[in-house]
């Protein structure tokens, strides 16, 4: 543990729900209310997920009490079903009883009504149902709905416990006010924060590197996904951190290929760069159907740079769109790099676009041949600078295969646009 | 709780990474060992999240050993890095040493060599670090490991801890064989699961539903996610739990929209059905940028039934490629049922499919109008049978309407293909 880490005060999060569990739904709340928890400086010592059962998630909030954390967030269960217990577990395991609150009956009230005539039913049924929402411990405060349910914020023992509701996009809105006011009273220290990303060496050549530079004061995390690094250098307030900090950038920056340490993605730069030269991009997708386009169109305002373009999963829509050569694929295959070569120049001059950014692959699990197996992948990028292909051989299955490719496939127009 | 659980051996699950904490990965791990525990029979009392710090990870293990489950799994931290201290943690709360275990020492020595004649670079300072990874609690036996890190199992007061891989292509390869072994020993039951899977209604509709017919020996969970609820029904052995579950099953089939009750996707209905009619689909995005042709090819063999399409996020790609008129354009706009129907054709002619499937509409979080505000999207089915128009508004964030948009338009080909 690092000196920062000390005097950083403690937080816990506890999520509640079968379907976490079973698999039904993918947890986001969990990552996003620990990482918001971080970054405003509260050390994370525990995300927990648990059942709809209420002596279960009042046993875990008691142990979870325990270590006395400054914060103790609650997700979930606050809906009308009778899986719905979160605040019934959460009085318990604070010895408190259950009470109807005015303020928050009103608020549930409300809302009810508002999607009662949205949806054009009957406003009656409902309210019995909603009632149970306006049940909080004794001595709690509500926090307006963002959706039906409210949630709560109450102080036992020192923990303030603050109760949100399940679905992420109420919980997003209700959380960010609720978390600057406990890091103001808790004079939390947000730690200062190096991201470097690196793409196209493995982990192992990494730690040589890391371990050859003095690092005693600062937190340093390493993550690989889908053929990426990233390192998280995290420094407490001080000199002599600052100082480290700066020389392991260096000395990372130098042995290394790191793309980015300013805290960008490779999303954001591509994005940058694009819209800084004016210059627009368009796809041609075989192995990923799709889903670079879906990429490349994830950041808010990306029709400044992207057209869009052409998914080729059939060969007749390689030869009939994209002007594919049946030659072409007769003689070397679809998964070639002619092939993807000659996608990438299609759908540029089909749609007018700076860069033509293709795709082709056999993500799998069928597919495969001795000569061409499960995982090779060909990406091209044709652009003012002509053109350049990029073959990978990629481990792991269909989704891997593709979400790589993906990957590889932006590292390859960003190094074209570098060029 | 209902009956059947009484009796279901526990287990638990603890992740660690600060990684999962911190934001940098989203973690799939917890939800894919607690689903496959749950359908192995096993009641998971909790999924735990820790940070990478040996004496919070032994602080959890041992509360989470106080409750005695049959099985605790343990996946990350163990790489080679400084912050990989799992093995560590685990034998200082079993209370036992760490030593060398020469069987895993064997197998990293192997996996080692391979990485290193892989990528051309020299082995010995590799294997330096790679020592750590061949120590075990005493006692443990190593599990054969499928990347570099070999897991282990070891058995504790009644309870069997398997450490795992963080990685999980490696863990998904390591940990099914493992489960097998120990739900024979624990002789877990599976329930008897019946999902139902419904689209077109909101929760506060289902739970009426719910309530007016008995089910007090099923255990039943509803979740909402993009659009679709899906009802999880488990009924432990004997004839009376059969009787609620089918009755459950009749009163729900007859008073709401469900599309599913045999367990399939509805990609899994779309890709069915378009197979067994020799059908095609080809796609037309606009708003969802590749995301919904990303979706269709996400099942192996989509190649049957999915020629590809046309990403048209700008409106020269409507036109140039698409032929959606440009006087459309200008009287309607590109968010328009007009649109939405034109890109449908479009792309139906273009490359030949059966259908073709159109998304266009406002993601956000810019572009709305009073008119058009964000979440206004339309989606156009065009077939043999004609052609269908659905007009959606969603609510939330630009992902939200993007992923929404995604899972409305499968259904409306769902339909069509139903016509």
Redesign the interface.
């Known amino acids: ?1 690092s000196p920062a880490t000390r005097v950083t005060p403690l937080a816990a999060v506890l999520l509640t729900g ?11 709340n ?3 209310l ?2 918001s928890l ?2 405003r400086g509260f ?11 209420r002596a ?1 998630i009042a046993g ?1 909030l008691k ?1 979870l009490l325990a270590d006395a954390p400054r914060v103790l967030v609650v997700s979930g269960g606050l ?5 719905d217990v979160t605040m019934a577990a959460v009085a318990q395991a604070a010895g408190l009883e259950l009470r109807e609150h005015p303020e928050a009956w009103q608020a549930v009230l409300e809302q009810v009504c508002a ?1 009662a005539a949205r ?1 054009g ?1 009957d406003v009656e ?2 309210l019995e ?1 909603a009632r149970k929402q306006a049940l909080l411990p004794v001595g709690a405060t509500p926090l307006a709905p963002a959706g039906v349910a409210p949630g709560a914020v109450l102080t036992v023992d020192g923990t303030t416990i603050v109760v949100l509701p399940g679905v992420p ?1 109420e919980l997003e809105a209700m959380w960010p006010p609720v978390l600057e006011r406990l890091a103001a009273v808790a004079q939390a220290e947000p730690p200062r924060v190096r991201l470097l990303r690196l793409y196209g060496v ?4 990494v ?2 590197v ?2 050859a530079a003095r690092h005693d004061l600062l ?7 889908v053929g990426e690094i ?1 390192l ?1 250098l995290a420094a407490p307030s001080g000199a002599a951190a600052t100082r480290q900090m700066v020389r392991l950038v260096e000395a990372l920056s130098a042995a290394l290929p790191v793309y980015s340490s300013d805290g960008r993605t490779v999303d954001e730069l591509v994005a940058d760069t694009l819209r800084a030269a004016g210059a627009t991009v ?2 041609a ?2 192995c ?11 950041l ?4 400044d740079y ?9 060969d ?2 390689k030869t ?2 994209l002007r594919v050569p049946q030659e072409q694929l007769d003689a070397h295959g679809a998964v070639s790099p002619q092939v993807a070569g000659s996608m990438a120049h299609g759908v540029r001059s ?3 676009a700076t860069y033509g950014l293709s795709t082709t692959g056999i993500a ?3 597919g495969g041949t001795t000569d061409k197996p499960v995982g090779l992948v060909y990406i091209g990028c044709a652009g003012p600078q002509g053109e350049r292909v990029a073959e990978h051989r990629i ?6 295969v ?1 979400r790589w490719t993906v990957t590889a496939a932006l590292h390859l127009l960003r190094r074209c646009l570098e060029a």
Request: proline share 5%; no cysteine; aromatic share 2%.
């Open positions: 543990m079968d379907e976490l569990l079973d698999g039904r739904v993918r947890d986001t969990g990552a996003y620990s990482r971080i970054e050390r994370v010592r525990a995300v927990v997920v648990a059942p709809d059962d279960t875990h142990r809906g009308t079903t009778h899986d999607v949806r039913i049924p409902l149902q996009r493995g982990e192992m050549q730690v040589p890391l371990e937190d340093v995390a390493v993550t690989a996904s990233t998280r368009a796809v997708e075989s990923t159907g799709g889903l670079l386009g879906g990429r490349l169109t994830t808010p305002g990306s029709s992207f057209l869009g373009g052409v998914v080729a999963y059939a007749s829509v009939g769109l089909l749609t007018g799998g699990p069928a481990g792991g299955d269909r989704q891997t593709r």
